[in-house]
């Protein structure tokens, strides 16, 4: 078996809200595994307040992960000292929904990007440190005169680009995307997406890709995992998780994607899901998904179910599918 | 009746049932430091009872303030409007405020995209709820009470008697959104105008949500301007559509006919560059080069032309090319229509590969 770039096991994080007697544990992320190749995109999806984007920081350690393996082309990321964390951190970059929580809106963009070449002392020299944000930028689909805006003065398309002009000045090899293209507009969600795909193909970079726009997910990435709850519940190649989804829960999340066809959309049969989502603070015992499960039976709530392999290379954490997983004790 | 395949509304839609708002010639420009922005451009549209008209465009293509320049929920001045919006016999813009305090809420009902502005922090929502209510209807506290607890009921508040003391805080996303519903509908308005309603929402709750307006649509017959930028969303509920750009109608057509047959440039640009689930392709979207111009710098000619890479000559350079009906109820605002090969090809459906899976058993397929 080949190795992968990025091999996550039993990931865990957990916040502690409140205090004294009110003192009370969020339970973010609960047991997350994942698998990523090298070159590749791993989609990751859900309802908000899932956990995906606090997978996506303890990845890199953006927040420390409670327990649990992440283990990064061979390096245990979680075992490494504060110095070669800095050092390993080239190495891996995030991209936000709003790049402008990611961008000083005091800092002309270019010393943004400069900023981050000069933490790992990249390209030094005035001239050398220049040449090389024109370059981002340019490679970003911006011309590198715009180095000297600030912020404000860009679109919110253009803002993203430097978002991603910045994640790439340290030459990573892996990039975090949350939510990349959420607060686009349509006809430059297209632009951002052709983009990123063209820098995965130029540079060999892989993806994990935070969404809740499924169809976007299904057209970047090579495989897709459905997170609920802090957990993973499925795990498939992108067309394969469309075509045969083996949890119900994806069912559910793929039969409320609207498609733009009215012929389609009005002849769908839909899941309704109701109500919401339950608290990260109390799950559901069993299979935290059973309080909104049309297939619910009595065993859900004395088995807290695995993620396993149902058919070939698809796996899902669903009793459906063999009474697979912990027994609850209490 | 609109020609929509699939299940038809039970209620009276489309060309034969009463126009409950007609818009005529509509502009709203604001001044700037850099001069007039232009920011919607005379529009026209009707709506009938019962029907759901889709606004989609792109941010400040002038969804939004085409809507609350209606009754002038813009600031004036900078704002300035013009043109006629009648909502029956009364005509909108020739009202003064305090006449338009009685349309707002009561014979037009809102809708916006963050329930957390458009409701106040500090009041209970019941208190939220009533208000109106009372106002408008002259109802008692205590009959704006019973009604507000069946209003929450309605659009599914799980035990609403008890919830009525709550803050909005106390609420998840999806049921403030239904709240604010509940105090869109609660003057039973002739119009319902949906910004963005579900946009902030996840989309188990945005499905939820559409149905519950569908539903209360069909019960109370209200006619439904529902402005999105979401295409998806409009295919599943939208009897016609006004597609906008940089402030003008480019394309106007029944749902059906814009998903199938799109004729302007912009309209096929924006189709064909969605990513759709079921289409199996990997390669790069055909996305639409540019950016939409700003208000203030709005482009002589045709607004699209910059970004337009169907034809963009000359004359599409220097003239304004006017909205024309193409096909009965069709109406295309370009000089050059997009041949049908082309527009077929764009279009979801040809592109969707994979069926969606059939969801009709109950769990694993
Ligand atoms: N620093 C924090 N302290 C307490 N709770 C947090 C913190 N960060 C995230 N959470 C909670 O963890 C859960 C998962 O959040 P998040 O990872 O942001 O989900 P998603 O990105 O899927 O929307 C949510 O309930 C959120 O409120
Ligand atoms: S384990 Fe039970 S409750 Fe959970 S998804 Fe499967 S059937 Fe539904
Ligand atoms: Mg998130």
């Known amino acids: 078996m080949s190795t992968a770039l990025l091999e996550v096991e039993d990931l865990h994080v957990h916040f502690s809200v409140g205090r004294g007697r009110d003192r009370q544990t969020v339970r973010a992320v609960d047991g997350v595994s994942l698998r990523l190749e090298r070159g590749q995109t791993l989609g990751l999806v859900g309802e908000s307040g899932c956990g995906k984007t606090t997978t996506g920081l303890a990845l890199l350690r953006l927040v420390e992960p409670t327990s649990g393996r992440v283990v990064f082309d061979g390096t245990d990321v979680r075992a490494l000292s504060k110095r070669d964390l800095r050092a390993w951190r080239r190495r891996a970059a995030m991209i936000f929904q709003d790049p402008y929580a990611s961008l000083d809106p005091r800092l002309p963009v270019g010393e943004s990007i400069g900023e981050a070449l000069d933490i790992h002392g990249l390209h030094q020299g005035k ?21 000297d805006r600030y912020p404000h003065e860009f679109s919110g398309g253009q803002r993203q680009r430097i978002g ?27 632009q ?49 998780l469309y075509r045969e989804p083996q949890h119900p829960y994806t069912q559910a999340l793929l039969s409320a994607i609207p498609i733009p066809d009215p012929v389609r ?28 499960c049309r297939a619910v039976f009595d065993t859900c709530e004395r088995i807290d179910p695995a993620l396993q392999e149902v058919t070939d290379d698809h796996r899902a954490a669903c009793l459906l599918h063999g009474e697979v997983g912990t027994p609850v004790t209490s | 009746m609109s020609s929509a395949p699939g299940p038809t509304p039970d209620h009276d839609v489309g060309e034969d049932a009463e126009v409950v708002l007609s818009v005529r010639d509509l502009d709203v420009s ?115 009470r019973d009604r507000a607890v069946e209003l ?77 930028h979401d295409l998806g969303v409009v295919a599943g509920i939208a009897d016609r559509v006004l597609v906008m750009y940089a402030g003008e109608v480019v394309e106007q057509a029944e749902a059906v006919t814009l998903f199938a047959r799109p004729r302007h440039p912009y309209t096929v640009g924006l189709l064909a560059s969605l990513p759709v689930l079921g289409d199996t392709e990997r390669g790069d979207l055909a996305a639409i080069p540019g950016l939409p111009p700003a208000p203030t710098s709005l482009p002589p000619g045709c607004g699209f032309h910059p970004r337009c890479s169907f034809r963009s000559d000359e004359r599409c350079a220097t003239e304004r090319p006017p909205l024309r009906e193409v096909a009965p109820g069709h109406l295309v605002r370009s000089f050059y229509e997009v041949p049908e090969e082309q527009s077929r090809r764009a279009s979801a459906a040809a592109r969707i590969e994979i069926e969606p899976p059939d969801v009709r058993d109950e769990g694993v397929a």
């Not at chain 1, 001239?127 to 180095?147: K, N, S, T």
């Not at chain 2, 035990?159 to 049921?175: C, E, I, K, T, V």
């Open chain 1, 127 to 147: 001239q050398a440190r220049r040449d090389r944000i024109g370059h981002l930028l340019e490679r970003c689909g911006l011309h590198p005169r715009v180095a």
């Open chain 1, 164 to 190: 991603i002009a910045r994640a790439l000045a340290c030459e990573p090899d892996f990039i975090v995307c949350d939510e990349p293209i959420a607060a686009l507009d349509v006809s430059i969600q297209a």
């Open chain 1, 192 to 240: 951002v997406m052709n983009l990123l795909n063209e820098l995965q193909q130029d540079l060999g970079l892989a993806y994990l890709f935070i969404a809740h726009d499924l169809a976007a997910v299904q057209h970047v990435c090579d495989r897709i995992a459905v997170m609920y709850l802090g957990r993973i519940v499925e795990e498939a190649e992108r067309l394969d």
């Open chain 1, 265 to 292: 959309e009005r002849e769908r049969e839909r899941i309704r899901l109701e109500g919401d989502v339950p608290s990260p603070i109390d799950p559901p015992s069993g299979c935290r998904f059973r309080t909104r």
């Open chain 2, 30 to 144: 604001f001044g700037t430091k850099r001069g007039r922005a232009s920011v919607v451009r005379g529009i026209d549209y009707d709506l009938h009872r019962g029907e759901t008209l889709a606004i989609v465009g792109e941010s400040g293509s002038g969804k939004s303030v085409s809507t609350l320049a209606l009754t002038k929920l813009i600031p004036i001045p900078p704002g300035r409007v013009t043109g006629t919006a009648h909502l029956g016999a009364t005509d909108l813009i020739a009202l003064s405020e305090e006449e338009l305090v009685r349309v707002r809420g009561q014979r037009i009902g809102f809708v916006f995209q963050d329930p957390m502005t458009s409701l106040n922090p500090v009041h209970t929502i019941g208190r939220q709820l009533t208000e109106g209510m009372r106002h408008h209807l002259g109802l008692s506290e205590a009959d704006a």
């Open chain 2, 152 to 228: 929450l009921a309605k659009v599914g508040i799980p035990s609403p008697a008890r919830r009525l003391d709550d803050y909005p805080h106390q609420f998840s996303g999806g049921m403030r959104q239904r709240v604010v519903i509940a105090i869109g509908l609660s003057c039973d308005p002739e119009v319902l105008i949906a910004d963005e309603a579900t946009t902030a929402l996840d989309v188990t709750t945005q499905a939820q949500i559409i149905d519950l307006i569908a539903e209360l649509q069909a019960d109370l017959g209200m006619a439904v301007v529902w402005i999105t």
